[in-house]
Each structure stands twice: as C-alpha cells, then as structure tokens.
T-cell receptor, first 115, second 111 residues
Framework: GAGVSQTPSNKVTEKGKYVELRCDPI?????LYWYRQSLGQGPEFLIY????????DSGLPNDRFFAVRPEGSVSTLKIQRTERGDSAVYLC?????????????FGPGTRLTVL | DAKTTQPPSMDCAEGRAANLPCNHS???????VYWYRQIHSQGPQYIIH???NNETNEMASLIITEDRKSSTLILPHATLRDTAVYYC????????????FGTGTRLTIIP
C-alpha cells in the first residue's frame, strides 16, 4: 500500500517568505508527527497530532512555525518569515494507533532551503 | 526520555553479523528500547523494539541486558543495503508519543 507522502520534495525560498509543506499520512493512521533534520543530526521532534488536534507541540521552535490537520488526515506545516536557519529536511510520520508504544512510518521528507 | 549513547561509526564486512551497541544506563522501568535506521536521503525506518526480553524479527535481533542498561542490535548477515545510520531510542510506553533521536551510529558495510 501507499506510504507516507510529502510534497514538495524540495523547496527553495528566500529569507522572509512564507512556505507550506504538505504531508499525506498512511490511510487510517490517526497519529501524525512532524520532525526536522539538520545536516549531520538526527531528526528533531516538532509536533504530534492525534486526530485533528495537536496533542504535543512542544518541539515547535517559535511562533513562526504552525501546523494544522483540519480533517484528521492531511497535515500542513506552515513557516512564516523564513530564516536561513530554517533550512533542513522536514520529515512527516504517521502511526495507526493511539496506544503506545507504536511504530512510526516516515515519509521521504521535504528539503527546505532558505536563501 | 532517557539518553542513549552510541558509537558514531562502525564498519562491517558484507555477509558478517553487524552488532551495534547502545548504552541507556538511565532507562526507566516503563521505557522501551527502539531501533530505527535511516538510509541516505530517506526517512527513518522502524527496525525493532523491546522492553525486557530479547526480540527477533525478519530484519534483526535485539538483545537487552538483564539490568536493561544497554542493548545490542544484531543484523545477522549484513548486506550493502544495510549501510545506514542506526538510531537507538528509549521511549516511555504511555503518554509520550514522540521519538527522541540522537546522532546514531553510521554503519558502513564493506564489500
């Protein structure tokens, strides 16, 4: 079956611009996660959705970052007034169950470059 | 979540067993040990997880010491496709859904 998909695969933008990154989770997965990965580092947690609500947004670095999941399926990560330090690979993952522990299925990521 | 310590890199000959160690000396009784790997330019991939007992699946085996302060991931017959960064993660069983990645071990399989 189809895995987690993310679009676009690459995004180049200029400092100060607004960007949206999209994640399509595996069908039926209720949990969705966003992570950010800088070069040479492991992925860093940003936010976790259970259904439509953000159950844990403690990893969002500041108020320029916002994510939504209005119908409990597709999610969009939104970054306002982008900075060069926002350049990274943004990873999305989904998992099927509420109960922990649970395997997370990752997408291929969106590589964001802020010039 | 408890902190994990892994060697930054390891090599293994193709066809041999790859043994990747992980220290998690501050692990709590309700924390599981998870292993993920990340092949270049892909998202992380789940390998295996365990609580106390040793576990085996089609990809690997996980050996957890009796005091649970360390574990070893074993890839029994490494292939070139196993070249990746391997992450050892400890994760609370209930109430904490996020994965906390370290920098992992870069495993290179040598032909």
């Amino acid at each position: 079956g189809a895995g987690v998909s993310q679009t676009p695969s690459n995004k180049v933008t200029e400092k100060g611009k607004y960007v949206e990154l999209r994640c399509d989770p595996i069908s039926g997965h209720t949990a969705l996660y966003w992570y950010r990965q800088s070069l040479g580092q492991g992925p860093e947690f940003l936010i976790y959705f259970q259904g439509t609500g953000a159950a844990d947004d403690s990893g969002l670095p500041n108020d320029r970052f916002f994510a939504v999941r209005p119908e409990g399926s597709v999610s969009t990560l939104k970054i306002q007034r982008t900075e060069r330090g926002d350049s990274a690979v943004y990873l999305c993952a989904s998992s099927p169950q509420v109960r922990s522990p649970d395997e997370q299925f990752f997408g291929p990521g969106t590589r964001l470059t802020v010039l | 979540d408890a902190k994990t310590t892994q060697p930054p890199s390891m090599d293994c000959a193709e066809g041999r067993a790859a043994n990747l160690p992980c220290n998690h000396s501050t692990i709590s009784g309700n924390e599981y040990v998870y292993w993920y790997r990340q092949i270049h330019s892909q998202g992380p991939q789940y390998i295996i997880h365990g609580l106390k007992n040793n576990e085996t699946n089609e990809m690997a085996s996980l050996i957890i010491t009796e005091d649970r302060k360390s574990s070893t991931l074993i890839l029994p017959h490494a292939t070139l496709r196993d070249t990746a960064v391997y992450y050892c993660i400890v994760r609370v069983a209930v109430g904490n859904e996020k994965l906390t990645f370290g920098t992992g071990t870069r495993l290179t399989i040598i032909p």
